[in-house]
């Protein structure tokens, strides 16, 4: 049974850093794409950000695009997103999701939290 | 980007009803189409993939069809667990993923 499981979260000031993981198992991790995916309060869906299997290509929305980074230990089974210089409308809850294949996302984590504030 | 609309933007319904979600791209997205269901307080979970294709697991009573830039999400015999949130996803401009903003559902 695939298990994604995020934490990092917290309430952090404007301008710090934060990051973000996500342990996996009951899958071949190595074989799969992953996206970081995020809801503000009372808001929908924003795809955040997505890596390859491999890890050799790397995409970002406009909005997070400069100031994260998302990057995977294959060794540890874990995904990650560097978030720098975060501002207010970052507050949101982030889940990390499997892509199946062309970005089918097909099991998602519990969502950690992340609150920008001074 | 392909900018995706859903409607109703919220809808109640009584158990038994049919109900139908309508989703439409912004451009010609194939059958590249994923529904997602999210429940209060819960992650997300995959139902329908590429249009038309129930994922494992899913209860026959959600289905999907729709190719283009017109899409329909349909519950045959709402029940109370469907109580929740639904989104369609565009997956055919990658790597840019783009979400509807959301149906919410109801029971009158």
């Known amino acids: 049974q695939v298990q994604l499981v995020e934490s990092g979260g917290g309430v952090v000031q404007p301008g710090r850093s934060l990051r973000l993981s996500c342990a996996a198992s009951g899958l071949t991790f190595t074989s799969h794409g992953f996206h970081w995916v995020r809801q503000a309060p009372g808001k929908g869906l924003e795809w955040v950000a997505d890596i390859w299997y491999d890890g050799s290509q790397k995409y970002y929305a406009d909005s997070v695009k400069g100031r994260f980074t998302i990057s995977r230990d294959n060794s540890k089974n874990t995904l990650y997103l560097q978030m720098n210089s975060l501002r207010a409308e970052d507050t949101a809850v982030y889940y990390c999701?499997?892509?199946?294949?062309?970005?089918?996302?097909?099991?998602w984590g519990q969502g950690t939290p992340v609150t920008v504030s001074s | 980007d392909i900018q995706m609309t859903q409607s109703p933007s919220s809808l109640s319904a009584s158990v038994g009803d049919r109900v139908t979600i309508t989703c439409q791209a912004s451009q010609d997205i194939s059958n590249y189409l994923n529904w997602y269901q999210q429940k209060p307080g819960k992650a997300p979970n995959l139902l329908i993939y590429d249009a038309s294709n129930l994922e494992t697991g899913v209860p026959s009573r959600f289905s999907g069809s729709g190719f283009g830039t017109h899409f329909t999400f349909t519950i045959s015999s709402l029940q109370p667990e469907d109580i929740g949130t639904y989104y369609c996803q565009q997956h055919d401009n990658l790597p840019r993923v783009t979400f509807g903003p959301g149906t919410k559902v109801d029971i009158k």
């Open positions: 999701a499997r892509d199946r294949a062309r970005a089918v996302l097909d099991s």
